[in-house]
């Protein structure tokens, strides 16, 4: 079955505390990407891959870490999260022609207390 | 860079009422215009999608139109039904050095709701 997984899904921590979440995806895309979403905001790009080893910075990266080593897998790192990092986490893929629709996948809810 | 206003925020209707959801763009190189749709919990889908170089698109009960003067597009969706309760997202891309549309600037969402 075609899928974007993530994992966590749900993850609490505290201040400081290292973490990671993985994405992954098996539909072979080129375009990796990691949005947070957050009420009255909606969906805000936080950094993105174009392919293995290319990635660039959206419109909130402040805080964040990535790398795509594989082209399957796209992680997002967070060195020290704070408080302002709470939020509901999407990882999106697409093939980098032709038809542009984002796979999303399930989201990953993060308190950070 | 690109930015995305959507309004309304909210939006109640009746079911099998029609429901219209306006977004304007301010960057006039984007050129393509995708519509999201999220259920409560759920991952955002793609419905339907525009590009530039076309004035409007239908998909049996939904349709989206673009005014590439006045930088604006629109979600019409008919017939509506509880089903279509969500939370609707526009967004606007323009092709990037790589030729691709991938980067997408979102507008905050319109909650739909069709009552029964």
């Known amino acids: 079955e075609a899928q974007v997984t993530q994992n966590p899904r749900y993850l609490i921590t505290v201040t400081g505390k290292k973490l990671t979440v993985t994405c992954s995806q098996n539909?072979?895309?080129?375009?990796m990407s990691w949005y947070r979403q957050d009420p009255g905001l909606g969906l805000r790009q936080i950094y993105y891959?174009?392919?293995?080893?290319?990635?660039d910075k959206g419109d909130v990266p402040e805080g964040y870490k990535v790398s795509r080593k594989e082209k399957r897998n796209f992680p997002l790192i967070l060195e020290s999260p704070s408080p302002n990092q709470t939020s509901l986490y999407f990882c999106a893929s697409s093939f980098w022609e032709g038809s542009y629709e984002q796979y999303f996948g399930p989201g990953t809810r993060l308190t950070v207390t | 860079g690109e930015n995305v206003e959507q309004h309304p925020s909210t939006l109640s209707v009746q079911e099998g009422d029609s429901a219209v959801i306006k977004c304007t763009y301010s960057?006039?190189?984007?050129?393509?215009f995708p519509w999201y749709k999220q259920e409560l919990g759920k991952r955002p889908q793609l419905i339907i999608d525009?590009?530039?170089?076309?004035g409007e698109k239908k998909d049996q009960r939904i349709a989206v139109t673009l005014n590439k003067t006045a930088k604006h597009f629109s979600l019409h969706i008919t017939e509506t039904q509880p089903e279509d309760s969500a939370v609707y997202f526009c967004a606007a891309s323009k092709t990037d050095s790589g030729g691709s549309n991938y980067k997408l600037t979102f507008g905050k969402g319109t909650l739909l709701t069709v009552n029964p």
């Open positions: 539909m072979n895309h080129e375009y």
């Open positions: 960057d006039s190189a984007s050129n393509y």
């Open positions: 891959s174009m392919n293995v080893e290319v990635t």
């Open positions: 525009i590009r530039s170089n076309v």
